[in-house]
């Protein structure tokens, strides 16, 4: 295992629906992110957090609302999704921000009806 | 914008046969270039990585070759065994950045 866990490991939601998704590392790193994995196309990265602070969005839906209330927890709020946002959410962390080396969570498997 | 091209995004091979998948950036500031594992219901795994640097870099049955003036990087991958059916991603980024670009994925499937 990398040391990232991520919950649930499945999720359907109406659209309507709000949910959250959680990722917890155990590596003691200082950076966290958020990937958005859809079929055929490459990763792409959401939100990136270095010590709790958000230090990039990707022009990514306000429906998406990520928190990060200490080094070890990121979270993803989602709020009125699209059948189109359903994708795996993966989860990575790195030692420091910049650092290049990225462990990744197993992801969330996310539908929305 | 940047981006990535990987290919092929399917391979088969035999068991024992060798595996080469090819990606192309186009950010000619990139300097990292990781390669990533996903094996069915998990996450991408670092197997290998080089810095531009260096232009090969080997661990056991993989190795990675950059042409920085081609702007491509390889992975090879000798003697296959079935564990090593998955998808592969190759990425390119700048150094002490976030910022990875991804390729699209190369379905490798080892055939016993």
């Known amino acids: 295992e990398t040391g990232v866990t991520q919950t649930p490991r499945h999720l359907v939601m109406g659209m309507t629906n709000k949910k959250s998704l959680k990722c917890e590392q155990h590596?003691?790193?200082?950076?966290m992110y958020w990937y958005k994995q859809s079929a055929k196309k490459p990763l792409e990265l959401m939100f990136v957090y270095s010590l709790e602070e958000r230090v990039e969005n990707n022009s990514v839906p306000s429906r998406f609302s990520p928190e990060c209330p200490n080094s070890s927890h990121l979270f993803l709020h989602l709020h009125t999704l699209q059948p189109e946002d359903s994708a795996l959410y993966l989860c990575?962390?790195?030692?420091?921000?910049?650092?290049?080396?990225?462990?990744f969570g197993p992801g969330t498997r996310l539908t929305v009806l | 914008g940047e981006n990535v091209e990987q290919h092929p995004s399917t391979l088969s091979v035999q068991e024992g046969d060798s595996a080469v998948i090819k990606c192309t950036y186009s950010d000619s500031a990139s300097n990292y270039f990781p390669w990533y594992k996903q094996e069915l219901g998990k996450g991408p795994q670092l197997i290998i990585d080089?810095?531009?640097?260096?232009g090969e870099k080997k661990d056991q049955r993989i190795a990675v070759t950059l042409n920085k003036t081609a702007k491509h990087f390889s992975l090879h991958i000798t003697e296959t065994q079935p564990e090593d059916s998955a998808v592969y991603f190759c990425a390119a980024a700048r150094y002490n950045t976030d910022k990875l670009i991804f390729g699209t994925g190369t379905r490798l499937q080892v055939f016993p």
């Open positions: 590596l003691g790193h200082n950076a």
């Open positions: 990575a962390s790195s030692q420091e921000w910049g650092n290049n080396e990225q462990f």
């Open positions: 080089i810095r531009s640097n260096v």
